[in-house]
């Protein structure tokens, strides 16, 4: 199942520009979909929530560190995310970040937030990959 969007819609991921507008999905985590590397640990954790928002499981895959990689990374359809709000974002070395997010949904007529601390690493490919979360 897909649930596409057009580019012009406003990205998933809630980024604004510096005038607190919001960035298109083709301008924000569109580029990184298309296999575009993304430049950070927070653009690339944008993106993959954008990919459970659109139902890309290939993307989440592909982004997902292969050490800690499921064999399914399908996101559950009947979940409708909400909003995503980016609490920090933290370089912990050259290759190893971590950011912490909430991300809003509603499944089966429930509200929930889920809070999570990722870890994502670059490889020597340049590329940052998710590797895990603390759930808080």
Do not use: N
């Not at 997902?64 to 995503?84: E, I, N, V």
């Not at 609490?87 to 909430?102: I, K, L, P, T």
């Not at 929930?112 to 759930?135: A, H, K, P, Q, T």
């Amino acid at each position: 199942m897909d649930r596409s969007l057009p580019p012009s819609s406003p990205c998933p991921c809630g980024r604004t520009d510096d005038s607190g507008r919001s960035v298109s999905l083709a301008d924000c985590c569109g580029r990184w979909l298309g296999g575009g590397p993304a430049p950070d640990a927070e653009s690339l954790m944008r993106s993959r929530y954008t990919a459970h928002v659109l139902l890309d499981d290939a993307y989440l895959l592909a982004t997902w560190h292969p050490s800690t990689r499921p064999p399914d990374a399908r996101p559950d359809p009947a979940t409708k995310w909400l909003g995503l709000e980016v609490h920090d974002h933290q370089m912990v070395d050259g290759s190893h970040a971590e950011v912490e997010f909430v991300a809003r949904y509603r499944m089966q007529g429930r509200g929930g937030r889920l809070r999570e601390r990722s870890r994502f690493v670059r490889e020597d490919d340049g590329r940052w990959y998710y590797v895990d979360g603390e759930i808080r």
